[in-house]
């Protein structure tokens, strides 16, 4: 095996610094022009290896590597927290399952720029080819090994809403393309251009750039004219919808405070009172009140006392609650346990209840439990859940059907998908960030569920424990908000979106089409035509 030398690393230096930019795109630094240059260093630095009568595709290979390990290290880096203070585990390793996290992660952009250095690079239609083989890869990072699709590209552009509207197409997945398309382009003008001055070359190529040009120039008014015409369309059918009085209540329990048997009591009063506030200083009492994730730090219906209390509480609100609980049952002569969203009703019955179905690995559960039980789970106190069943039904509260969505599953956009399909009028998420502290976690967490609310036109309602709750209506727009780190309720009226998008009825047709086109481009460069 070949070692790096310090005169080697500098060739690594345009990728890692693209990894750096791409980052900072992100919550919670949030410079959300920088994603459209970003990867420019990394790609025109694998134009480069074109050069040679063989590209190197090693090196391409180490460039991707480079980039995805500075870019996910440094996205990521707050499970190194969530480990070693939840998780119980020392530091050292905590870190080395950071690493393996990012290195898998950096194994899809060591494969673009593999692929990308095959690429034709003065051709008309290789910025949109660049950017299906991006897109295809973050659609198979969504679903291969459970699935990981956190930190997707188009996620950095949350609020620019004019842009993302072309979400109810393609899914974030759409907006990512846009994003490399630019991309591709920049790159393609800065090595044709350094060629040119480089080599003094006469004819720089310029009739594929112009070509290209104008395809970027009519995609880009495309997305501006579409995302107008949408944003203006909803606006329109919105104002003769139905609205909901919805409050949201962020408790700000502590993590370390939570599971403490003594604190139970404290945290049932802390939900409460924030509840009585809520239905008191308003003229109308919100038609729906909701807590957290696992709000309830017990077994509902089995500790009686415990349980009694929130029945009074609810009762003396006079409204509908949705409220986060952890459940157990019986099964033959096994137990399962559910992370369940419970829907009571002002009498304090239950109408219905939501088990969560996509569990985070190693926190909830162990996958492939048969094989990998020796590793245990990271996080202890999360619980060892069964998930839920697929197709669950919605929460009904008077005629509004809520699909409900807890914490890591907001980052799937088939789940979201799958319960407006059934019906429901409006998108609930509860989720315990908690585990992140005062990291940019929680805003990472936050932005993605701004696309479920376009990709699907409903209104998503955000309770958090610790932050950040809120609102977002049908095009993305975020509400008012309670920041992290703060105990508060906020009540605000949704509206109830009835008619379904392209994307909800057909689903990642687009990212798939790019998943196919991907694989067409490996097969075409290293099995059909392979350049030795």
């Given at each position: 095996?070949?070692?790096?030398?310090?005169?080697?690393?500098?060739?690594?230096?345009?990728a890692?610094?693209?990894?750096?930019?791409?980052?900072?795109?992100?919550?919670?630094?949030?410079?959300?022009?920088?994603?459209?240059?970003?990867?420019?260093p990394?790609?025109?630095?694998?134009?480069?290896?074109?050069?040679?009568?063989?590209?190197?595709?090693?090196k391409?290979?180490?460039?991707?590597?480079?980039?995805?390990?500075?870019?996910y290290?440094?996205?990521i880096?707050?499970?190194?927290?969530?480990?070693?203070?939840?998780?119980?585990?020392p530091?050292?390793?905590?870190?080395?399952?950071?690493?393996l996290?990012?290195?898998?992660?950096?194994?899809?952009?060591?494969?673009?720029?593999v692929?990308l250095?095959?690429?034709?690079?003065?051709s008309?239609?290789?910025?949109?080819?660049?950017?299906?083989?991006?897109?295809?890869?973050?659609?198979?990072?969504?679903?291969?090994?459970?699935?990981?699709?956190?930190?997707?590209?188009g996620y950095?552009?949350?609020r620019?809403?004019?842009?993302?509207?072309?979400?109810?197409?393609?899914?974030?997945?759409?907006?990512?393309?846009?994003v490399?398309?630019?991309?591709?382009?920049?790159?393609?003008?800065?090595?044709?251009?350094?060629?040119?001055?480089?080599h003094?070359?006469?004819?720089?190529?310029?009739?594929?750039?112009v070509?290209?040009?104008?395809l970027?120039?009519v995609?880009?008014?495309?997305?501006?004219?579409?995302?107008?015409?949408?944003?203006?369309?909803?606006?329109?059918?919105?104002?003769d919808?139905?609205?909901?009085?919805?409050?949201?209540?962020?408790?700000?329990?502590?993590?370390?405070?939570?599971?403490?048997?003594?604190?139970?009591e404290?945290?049932?009063?802390?939900?409460?009172?924030?509840?009585?506030?809520?239905?008191?200083?308003?003229?109308?009492?919100?038609?729906?009140i909701?807590?957290p994730?696992?709000?309830?730090?017990?077994?509902?219906?089995?500790?009686?006392?415990?349980?009694?209390?929130?029945?009074?509480?609810?009762?003396?609100?006079?409204?509908?609650?949705?409220?986060?609980?952890?459940?157990?049952?019986?099964?033959?002569?096994?137990?399962?346990?559910?992370?369940r969203?419970?829907?009571?009703?002002?009498?304090?019955?239950?109408t219905?209840?939501?088990?969560?179905?996509?569990?985070?690995?190693?926190?909830?559960?162990?996958?492939?439990g048969?094989y990998?039980?020796?590793?245990?789970k990271?996080?202890?106190?999360?619980?060892?859940?069964?998930?839920?069943?697929?197709?669950?039904?919605?929460?009904?509260?008077?005629?509004?059907?809520?699909?409900?969505?807890?914490?890591?599953?907001?980052?799937?956009?088939?789940?979201s998908?799958s319960?407006?399909?059934r019906?429901?009028?409006?998108?609930?998420?509860i989720?315990?960030d908690?585990?992140?502290?005062?990291?940019?976690?929680?805003?990472?967490?936050?932005?993605m569920?701004?696309?479920?609310a376009?990709?699907?036109?409903?209104?998503?309602?955000?309770s958090?424990?610790t932050?950040?709750?809120?609102?977002i209506?049908p095009?993305?727009?975020?509400g008012?908000?309670?920041?992290?780190?703060?105990?508060?309720?906020?009540?605000?009226q949704?509206?109830l979106?009835?008619?379904t998008?392209?994307?909800?009825?057909?689903?990642?047709?687009?990212?798939?089409?790019?998943?196919?086109?991907?694989?067409?481009?490996v097969?075409?460069f290293?099995?059909?035509?392979?350049?030795?």
């Amino acid at each position: 095996m070949k070692l790096i030398t310090i005169q080697g690393w500098k060739g690594y230096l345009p990728a890692v610094l693209s990894g750096f930019l791409m980052t900072l795109a992100f919550p919670k630094t949030g410079l959300h022009g920088l994603p459209w240059a970003a990867l420019v260093p990394v790609m025109v630095s694998v134009f480069f290896l074109q050069e040679k009568k063989s590209p190197d595709l090693r090196k391409a290979f180490n460039m991707g590597l480079f980039f995805g390990m500075s870019h996910y290290l440094t996205l990521i880096y707050w499970l190194v927290n969530t480990l070693a203070v939840y998780g119980g585990l020392p530091g050292i390793t905590a870190c080395s399952i950071l690493v393996l996290l990012c290195f898998y992660l950096s194994l899809y952009t060591a494969l673009f720029c593999v692929v990308l250095s095959r690429m034709s690079v003065f051709s008309p239609l290789m910025p949109f080819h660049a950017a299906a083989l991006w897109v295809g890869l973050e659609y198979l990072r969504s679903f291969l090994l459970t699935g990981f699709p956190w930190g997707l590209l188009g996620y950095s552009q949350y609020r620019n809403t004019l842009l993302i509207q072309v979400s109810d197409l393609g899914g974030v997945y759409a907006v990512s393309f846009a994003v490399v398309c630019a991309n591709a382009f920049l790159s393609m003008t800065a090595w044709g251009v350094t060629r040119y001055l480089k080599h003094n070359t006469r004819n720089p190529g310029l009739a594929p750039l112009v070509s290209s040009f104008v395809l970027i120039l009519v995609g880009a008014g495309f997305l501006w004219g579409y995302g107008s015409y949408r944003i203006e369309a909803v606006g329109h059918a919105m104002a003769d919808l139905d609205q909901k009085d919805v409050c949201v209540v962020q408790g700000n329990i502590k993590q370390s405070f939570k599971w403490d048997a003594a604190f139970k009591e404290k945290t049932i009063d802390v939900y409460c009172a924030l509840s009585r506030k809520a239905v008191s200083e308003k003229k109308k009492i919100p038609d729906l009140i909701v807590w957290p994730e696992t709000a309830l730090p017990f077994y509902y219906n089995l500790e009686k006392n415990l349980s009694a209390r929130v029945d009074t509480c609810i009762r003396n609100a006079g409204t509908h609650f949705i409220i986060g609980s952890p459940a157990v049952e019986k099964s033959g002569q096994k137990y399962k346990f559910y992370n369940r969203a419970l829907m009571m009703n002002p009498f304090s019955v239950i109408t219905g209840a939501y088990d969560k179905i996509h569990l985070v690995p190693f926190g909830e559960y162990v996958p492939f439990g048969k094989y990998l039980s020796f590793l245990g789970k990271i996080t202890a106190q999360a619980g060892n859940f069964t998930p839920g069943p697929e197709e669950a039904d919605l929460l009904y509260f008077d005629s509004t059907r809520a699909g409900m969505l807890i914490c890591f599953e907001i980052i799937f956009p088939s789940l979201s998908r799958s319960v407006v399909s059934r019906g429901a009028d409006v998108l609930v998420t509860i989720t315990n960030d908690a585990w992140f502290g005062q990291t940019s976690a929680p805003y990472q967490h936050f932005s993605m569920a701004v696309f479920r609310a376009v990709e699907n036109h409903r209104a998503v309602v955000r309770s958090a424990n610790t932050g950040i709750s809120g609102f977002i209506d049908p095009v993305g727009r975020t509400g008012r908000t309670l920041p992290l780190g703060k105990r508060d309720h906020l009540t605000a009226q949704v509206n109830l979106f009835n008619k379904t998008s392209f994307y909800t009825r057909f689903g990642d047709v687009f990212a798939l089409a790019c998943l196919i086109s991907g694989v067409a481009m490996v097969l075409r460069f290293f099995v059909v035509s392979p350049r030795v």
